[in-house]
């Protein structure tokens, strides 16, 4: 029984308990609505909700969500509808303003929110606040001349377009105030007043940049719309509502993303004062958010409106960085043709190639016949012309022809087969040019991916540091930290500005190197594609299988040497040693035995005389008139007997030539064997390092956010803090990077397998398989 009575009791207390708590029913004024709007609502309910706790029931209803359409005299009747209706009262917009400061007698507790410009400020009613009973008014500063500053800053626009809502210039005070920004910053302020977005869209032709005053009730669509079409116009743009619009695809704001948590938190608290006292009666108070410049990076590439470094430290950057608008965008099999077709190095040994081909042609030329003609006129003194008895004419022209033809020449068929030789020795050297300039732009391609990657991590890592500073000045307000931690973060986000600073250059010197490697204008905006393991390309690059064969101890062996025998195989420097070996044979047999083969020609010449006149150009009665024309034909032998010792001094010189040049060949392929050898190991550590790198990425992760949760609780100190986000950086570079250096190794045995597989067919691809289960199977069998 008595434990029934305690019941009783219990459940009495509890009813009574709940019978006091009070219900509070909260309305909204507004000026204009729109979806965005109603969920900005539907968050400041839940913040209210939250602020309040069990202080008292709140209740929200749409029908209490009343809307003036920038009319006056409806947001007047909104008002005293909603008074009736309601306990509470939050208002919005300037047509509310306007309204409600109009009003001398609150019957219920008003919260009134307005942004006013810190110049329209010194000249309206809230320059001088005062109480009045159930009336406050919340309103943030917003700075027409400090945005139009970073504006200028960013761009330095010379016409301005203002776009500004049509009822909200009817003020004098406002045309006044953009006035004054106009003659201090000298530029070209013009209004462009809109009702809808076709307004805006239809006016902004022959503008360099915007600034949208107001546009708080335009949907995400709108935004977003609004855009596309200024960045099709190539038209900057400065916003003065949220971040959010920024992240739709306005350039800038100075506004960060944590105004409205600001503004939610600001009117809850106001909310709870109401509920918990008897009276309601506060000062009207400005509400300073965090001002802070939101720029949408994709936007400024597509606008061209270059990176700022002294703007980085205070710039909270949205949009994608791996997103980029530029000339060209290279695939990796893109970067291996085209370094192919432009490099200029690998052209100069084209040319040399044409060269050693013409040398060829001119080696060969020796057999070809030589036809020499000319033509002369002589003149003699007549008294001795006339003593030469028709020998010498006073006056005399002529003319002959002359060819001389090689029959046998052992110096020019060794010459012949020298040059020969070296002309495919010379193609040999062109083909190891290419495998290096591959592998150069290769290298230089995934150097980017990593630069780029670093920049992209760098970035994320100075965001964290951005939101860790915060925490810690959120930890000092509320005293659970000393102001040693904000100092501290201040100076670890200078550091972090300079390596993001570092790293977006390294990432443009990336960019020139390959644009150099590519034959491309220095100038050339590029960007690489990311590059994965088992997609694109690469999805046909059977890593895991390659990764089997490497990780067996049973198969490792015989597939490095299968690799070393594919090496020696393919190596193009071995074949132009080869060429160079069988030139130094030939110089070496034409200095021995050749030496003891006659060269053997045929020689024929022409004489004609067109003319003989003057003293002596008859003949005496008694010689016989020679012909005007006659010829004359020869063969020679000719035979080296001794020639200074040349011969052997040059024998010699082609024998200690072949000596070196074998002592050069087994050496390389030494070092290829080598080569393959320690890049089959650097292939193992890398694979090991991409799973690695993952587990430690992950974890790295997770300790950060437990870390950062317990340092903003007061849990742990900076330093801790600190060190969580420096591993997470740390880890986060190990892995982005684990998978291009794999990928990179890779590449590097093929150079020095003398073949790229991404630039092979399929049919090439399959001979090699075949070749390596045709070397396993002899292997078995052996």
Do not use: W
């Not at 509310?96 to 007698?105: F, G, H, K």
């Not at 501290?488 to 960019?511: C, H, K, P, T």
């Not at 015989?558 to 195989?569: K, T």
């Not at 016989?624 to 001094?649: A, C, E, M, R």
């Amino acid at each position: 029984m008595r434990f029934i009575l305690c019941i009783i009791f219990l459940f009495a207390i509890n009813a009574i308990s709940f019978s006091q708590t009070k219900t509070f029913k909260v309305g909204f004024l507004l000026d204009k609505s729109s979806v965005e709007t109603d969920l900005l609502l539907d968050h400041l309910e839940e913040e209210i909700t939250d602020v309040v706790g069990e202080d008292a029931i709140i209740e929200f209803s749409k029908e209490y969500r009343l809307v003036n359409n920038n009319n006056e005299q409806l947001a007047l009747e909104n008002y005293k509808l909603i008074t009736n209706k309601v306990d509470i009262i939050i208002a919005f917009g300037n047509f509310n303003n306007e309204v409600l400061t109009e009003i001398n007698t609150y019957e219920k507790p008003t919260i009134l929110f307005g942004v006013v410009s810190d110049k329209l400020l010194e000249r309206s009613q809230f320059s001088s606040p005062k109480k009045i009973k159930n009336f406050t008014s919340i309103v943030t500063i917003l700075s027409y001349q400090e945005d139009l500053h970073i504006l200028n800053e960013l761009v330095a626009p010379k016409r301005i377009g203002v776009l500004i809502e049509q009822e909200f210039l009817n003020s004098e005070i406002v045309d006044q105030v953009f006035t004054d920004i106009e003659k201090e910053l000298e530029v070209d302020l013009e209004f462009i007043t809109y009702k809808n977005l076709e307004d805006i869209i239809n006016n902004v032709d022959g503008f360099d940049a915007v600034y949208l005053v107001g546009g708080f009730y335009f949907t995400e669509n709108e935004i977003k719309r609004l855009a596309e079409v200024l960045i099709d116009k190539k038209i900057a743009s400065f916003t003065s509502t949220h971040a959010r619009d920024v992240e739709f695809g306005l350039l800038a704001t100075n506004n960060d993303q944590s105004s409205y948590e600001q503004f939610y938190r600001r009117v809850a608290l106001s909310v709870e004062s109401i509920v918990v006292g008897e009276e309601f009666e506060e000062v009207s108070t400005l509400l300073e958010l965090n001002k802070s410049l939101t720029l949408n990076i994709n936007t400024a590439n597509r606008i061209g409106i270059p990176l700022k470094y002294s703007l980085v430290p205070s710039t909270n950057f949205v949009g994608d960085f791996s997103l980029t608008y530029v000339d060209k965008k290279y695939s990796l099999v893109d970067v291996m043709k085209e370094s192919i077709e432009e490099n200029l190095i690998l052209k100069t040994f084209k040319q040399d190639v044409l060269i050693s081909d013409e040398d060829v042609k001119y080696a060969k030329s020796n057999y070809l016949p030589d036809v020499f003609g000319s033509v002369s006129g002589n003149y003699v003194d007549p008294e001795m012309a006339a003593a030469s008895n028709g020998q010498n004419p006073e006056l005399t022209t002529s003319g002959n022809i002359s060819l001389s033809q090689t029959i046998f020449s052992e110096s020019a068929n060794a010459n012949i087969s020298i040059q020969k030789a070296l002309y495919e020795a010379q193609k040999e050297n062109y083909n190891s040019e290419e495998l290096n300039t591959v592998f150069n732009a290769t290298t230089a391609y995934f150097n980017a991916l990593i630069l780029k990657a670093n920049f992209l991590i760098q970035n994320k890592n100075l965001d964290l540091t951005k939101r860790n500073l915060q925490i810690a000045e959120q930890n000092f307000e509320a005293g659970q930290t000393g102001k040693s931690d904000v100092l501290r973060f201040r100076s670890e986000l200078v550091q972090n500005v300079q390596q993001d600073i570092e790293a977006y250059n390294l990432l443009q010197q990336g960019y020139l190197q390959l644009n150099e490697i590519l034959n491309n204008p220095i100038s050339t905006k590029i960007d690489v594609n990311d590059t994965e393991l088992n997609e694109g390309v690469f999805k046909n690059y059977n890593y895991h299988q390659f990764s089997e064969f490497l990780d067996s101890p049973k198969l490792r062996e015989p597939f490095i040497a299968f690799l070393v025998q594919e090496g020696l195989a393919n190596s193009p420097e071995l074949k132009s040693l080869d060429f160079n070996l069988k030139a130094t044979e030939r110089s070496e047999k034409l200095y021995g035995t050749g030496r003891f083969l006659p060269t053997l020609a045929l020689q024929g010449q022409y004489n004609y005389t067109f003319s003989r006149s003057g003293e002596g150009s008859t003949f005496p009665p008694i010689f016989t008139t020679p012909p005007d024309g006659f010829y004359n034909v020869g063969v020679s032998l000719s035979l080296p007997i001794f020639n200074q010792n040349k011969q052997n001094i040059n024998q010699q010189i082609a024998t200690i030539q072949k000596e070196q040049i074998q002592t050069t060949t087994e050496s390389y392929k030494l070092t290829i064997e080598r080569n393959i050898n320690d890049a089959v190991l650097q292939l193992i550590n890398q694979i090991s390092n991409i799973e690695l790198s993952k587990v430690f990425e992950e974890t790295a992760r997770e300790v950060l956010d437990l870390t950062q949760t317990s340092y903003a609780n007061g849990a742990v100190n900076i330093v801790q803090l600190l060190d969580a986000q420096n591993n997470y950086l740390q880890a986060q570079l190990e892995s982005s990077t684990a998978t291009y250096n794999y990928l990179l190794s890779s590449l590097q045995l093929e150079r020095y397998l003398g073949n790229f597989f991404l630039l092979e067919t399929e049919e090439e691809k399959q001979a090699f398989i075949a070749r390596f289960l045709e070397f396993e199977n002899n292997l078995t069998d052996n």
